[in-house]
């Protein structure tokens, strides 16, 4: 044993004896919580500043109703979101929004305390495995805190779902350890607890039950039917948290791309993709948001084929160190358990790794690094400090820098199309400049983007590009890139809702209005469709109709007093002057423009009204409208006896 590992106690005897230190309560312990926790602290600092990014993030924050008010919990908790069901998850991105609204500060907060609880969990777990072993809980616990493929679960605010489940698994593997150690009940259903939490938090925690059977690896715990057995609970659990999310996940279209690729090429995936994480895990270069797939069109490239090879010497590694040794089966063991469902062999998703991945199964790598240090240390007999310091430099300084690409959403895609340039990078990228009304660096990007084929991005790419035809009143091009979305997802109720406006704006009325229905038909419940079709029959002069239309779109948006004002004007087209009234005044009571009350007036007018037409003609002049004096003559003109 190492001697930074013993301490000196003494029998009542008066004998000496060493004894390990303690788990909890030492004062070594405590300092090194201390140092992982301010180097962790140093090294995520830039995510504190960090904004709101166009990647999920508006599906998760501002376009989800459903985190602005407690009042919709019961919604909250039971509807997936993006093919996911993570009810504890929404909840805190609620509580975030009920402290800082839109102010993306709390929400970074909250990710980094969890991922620095998250890095103290750790410790505490490689402490109990290894015995109190200081330097493995040390080693472990730092590159968990600090490694620079961690950034991504930390510093994106849709990633809350990572941090947050990790809590909890962590919390229910120390909890598992505590119970093989002292078969105490309470720790057990402890574990049970941890784990629900984490379910209910991201379902990736349905692999809980194959981690505890590593950890019982690790402790030489004999395979046996009580080993499984007592595992019950937690694989019900798993279980029935896997079924929902699968049917989430299909409902989603998440797995729809499992057809594209054969038997083979996804066999090659999964092996590359273990083997990349582990490489990463070692040299974290290159790093990227967005890891697309290669093209199958020709022959791979070689490092896939040169993956199973690398699969096939850790499995020998592993089978060859067992007997000897099983902490390297271990750390390889709850490394394949945390990735298994990730490996792309059952392809989730369009990326072939994704950083925020390691997460977890980087626990069991580390924990074989703080091993390798030990045993080095011990043998050789130097300081761990000679290897972990230069490390620490490097990584915590790697995960600064790469901390800083998250400060929002242009330096983050700039960064993406200088690391791994693709089809989504660029798209997203021209989103932004679309939005900023930079439409020709906007159209460039989507030019740029779809020389890659992305079949299944390309429908998005040709629909934004024709967004900035439309915003450039090039209406015949708008059409032309709609059509093309189209004909690649014939589902998009947006792409039909905004070819039709583009017709709308070409006077080309029926064909809008038969874009306007079939989006209809695929989104009932889109409010903006009824205002543009009620917008169609209000330029064709059928009012009737324009006001049905204009109804449907109230229901949605009561407040829009504009709306209100176009129904009123509709109303009092048709002569039906006691409408007109009733609609302008709801438009003035929820608008501020005065242009309302003249309005109103000239209904007032039309119903021989002279005295509420007068006071409304009056008050519009007052803030300003340009009342007509021949008008104001008239309401003003006494009558004659």
Known sequence: MNKNQVKRTKHKSGRVKST??????????????????FITSLAFYPVLHGEFLNWDDNQYVYDNTLIRSFSNLPALITTPLQGNYHPLTMITLALNYAISSYEPWSYHLVNLLLHLLNTVLVYILALKLSKNNL??????SILFGIHPMHVESVAWVAERKDVLYSFFFLLGLVS????????????????????????????????????MLAVDLLQKRKLSIVLITEKTPHFILSLVLGMLTLYAQTTAGATETIAEFSLANRFLFACYSFMMYIVKFIVPASQSPFYPYPSTTGALPVAHYLAPFFVLAVILVCAMTFKKN?????????????????????????????????????VGLSYFAGWLIFKASEKYQFSYYYIIIPVVLIFATLTRVQA??????????????????????????????????NFEKALELYNEALKYHDDVIDDAIFANRANVYFDKKEYAKAVADYNRAIMLNNNDFLSYENRGSAYLMMNKFDSALIDFNRSLQLKPDNPDVFRKKGILFFNRNMKEEAIAEYLQYIKYKPSDSETLNTIAACYQALGRFDEAVKYYTKAIKTGNNPVFYLNRSYAYYAMGKKAEARDDALTARQAGVNVPESYLGQLTRPVSL
Not at 20 to 37: R, V
Not at 135 to 140: D, G, M, S
Not at 406 to 430: C, E, L
Request: glycine share 6%; proline share 4%; charged share 15%.
């Open 326 to 362: 099983n902490i390297v089966c271990f750390a390889f063991v709850f490394y394949l358990v945390n990735i298994i469902l990730i490996m792309q062999f059952f392809i989730v998703g369009r990326a072939i790794i994704a950083e925020r991945y390691t997460y977890i199964p980087y």
């Open 135 to 140: 330097i493995i809980a040390f080693v472990t």
């Open 404 to 437: 800083s690409h998250w400060k929002n959403s242009a330096s983050f895609w700039d960064y993406g199309i200088k690391a791994h340039p693709g089809s989504r990078v660029y798209h997203n990228r021209g989103v932004l400049y679309r939005r900023e009304g």
């Open 176 to 211: 598992y350890v505590n119970f093989t150690g002292t078969k105490s009940k309470k720790q057990y259903w402890l574990s049970v607890l941890w784990l629900l939490l984490s379910l209910a938090s991201k379902p990736a925690a349905v692999v809980f039950p194959l981690a």
């Open 20 to 37: 390990e230190l303690p788990a909890t309560g030492d004062k070594k312990n405590l300092w090194q919580i201390i140092i992982i926790l």
